[in-house]
C-alpha cells in the first residue's frame, strides 16, 4: 500500500560525504514524521535523525553537526545529507515514515529496505 523506496548509498572514504534519498509512494493522505535510522552489524537499529512535517529535528549526538535531514513534502521524500563521514558511520541506513492513509485515524509506521553506507578509513 505504501513503498519507501532509499537511494544514494555507496563507498566513500573517511571526510567525504553522501546524500541518501527517501521517496515514498502509495496511498498516502500525508505523512508525518520522517526519520532515518542505521543498523550496524551486531547492533540495534538506532535513530539517526527526524523530522516533522513542520520541519522540527532532532539528531543523535553523534552525528550532530555532521548530518542534515530535510524533506520535500510536496514529493513526499526525506534526505539526508551526510558530511564528515567516519569509518563509525558505516550502517544499513533504513528511511521511516508515519504515513496518514485516512484522515480520520492514526497515522502507521512504514519503512524503507535500507541503503549499505560505507566509510573506508
Known amino acids: 500500500q505504501v513503498q519507501l523506496v532509499e537511494s544514494g548509498g555507496g563507498l566513500v572514504q573517511a571526510g567525504g560525504s553522501l546524500r541518501l534519498s527517501c521517496a515514498a509512494s502509495g496511498s498516502i493522505v500525508s505523512i508525518n514524521t520522517m526519520g532515518w535510522y542505521r543498523q550496524a552489524p551486531g547492533k540495534r537499529r538506532n535513530v539517526v535523525a527526524t523530522i516533522t512535517t513542520f520541519g522540527s529535528t532532532n539528531y543523535a549526538d553523534s552525528v550532530k553537526g555532521r548530518f542534515t535531514i530535510s524533506r520535500d513534502n510536496a514529493k513526499n521524500t526525506v534526505f539526508l545529507q551526510m558530511n564528515s563521514l567516519q569509518p563509525e558511520d558505516t550502517a544499513v541506513y533504513y528511511c521511516?515514515?508515519?504515513?496518514?492513509?485516512?484522515?480520520?485515524?492514526?497515522?502507521?509506521?512504514?519503512w524503507g529496505q535500507g541503503t549499505q553506507v560505507t566509510v573506508s578509513a
Open positions: 521511516n515514515a508515519d504515513v496518514f492513509l485516512t484522515w480520520t485515524t492514526p497515522p502507521s509506521t512504514y
